[in-house]
């Protein structure tokens, strides 16, 4: 089936470990972003990728890492989880102007 | 600092009454606005736009208003039903920017 997929929707992790969040896209889009969703913040761009091999900051890139080798992938990673980076974890890629396709989230607890 | 406000975080209506969820920006930049509607545990989902030539866009029960002096908007939902109960985001972007800058959120719950 088309759309965007997120893995794991659950993930219980300890500080310091390295932990990686994939995202899967099946319609092809150029551009894909990673949003993290607090309480009082709304949804905070961590990074944002125009196409393969093209990834930059967003607002709030510490502690988080990219890649996308494939159009279709944009995997996120924690190099060395902190208590703060507790939080839902959006994948998103964008149709057009008007839209952006959201996949389900993770929500990641860091203990 | 965030540019898209949204300062009310949630919003209780009766079910046929109108809902009215509120945003403001800070950056003259924006030309671009959107709604998005998210349930629990799912990602949230484009619901309406309306970029800064308009003043209005209406799709069926949604309409969205733009006071660009006032760098205003607003979503009304006429009438509101039970299935309108989510958090409703308020996002801006600019000309060729395809990054978007998002509000906190307002939660809505449409009582029966």
């Known amino acids: 089936d088309a759309g965007i997929t997120q893995s794991p929707r659950y993930k219980i992790t300890e500080t310091g470990r390295q932990v990686t969040l994939m995202c899967h896209q099946t319609?092809?889009?150029?551009?894909m972003f990673w949003y993290r969703q607090d309480l009082g913040h709304g949804l905070r761009l961590i990074y944002y990728?125009?196409?393969?091999?093209?990834?930059d900051k967003g607002e709030v890139p510490d502690g988080y890492v990219v890649s996308r080798s494939k159009t279709e992938n944009f995997p996120l990673t924690l190099e060395s989880a902190t208590r703060s980076q507790t939080s839902v974890y959006f994948c998103?890629?964008?149709?057009?102007?008007?839209?952006?396709?959201f996949g389900p989230g993770t929500r990641l607890t860091v203990t | 600092d965030q540019q898209v406000k949204q300062n009310s975080p949630s919003l209780s209506v009766q079910e046929g009454r109108i809902s009215i969820l509120n945003c403001d920006y800070t950056?003259?930049?924006?030309?671009?606005f959107l709604w998005y509607k998210k349930y629990p545990a799912e990602g949230p989902t484009f619901l309406i736009s309306?970029?800064?030539?308009?003043d209005k866009n209406e799709d069926g029960r949604f309409t969205v208003f733009l006071n660009k002096s006032a760098k205003h908007l607003s979503l009304h939902i006429v009438p509101s039903q039970p299935g309108d109960s989510a958090v409703y985001f308020c996002?801006?972007?600019?000309?060729?920017?395809?990054?978007?800058?998002f509000g906190a959120g307002t939660t809505v719950t449409v009582r029966a």
């Open positions: 998103a890629s964008r149709h057009s102007k008007d839209e952006q396709y």
């Open positions: 319609w092809s889009h150029s551009y």
């Open positions: 990728s125009a196409a393969a091999d093209i990834t």
């Open positions: 950056n003259s930049m924006f030309d671009y």
């Open positions: 309306i970029s800064s030539i308009k």
């Open positions: 996002a801006a972007s600019t000309t060729n920017d395809y990054k978007l800058s």
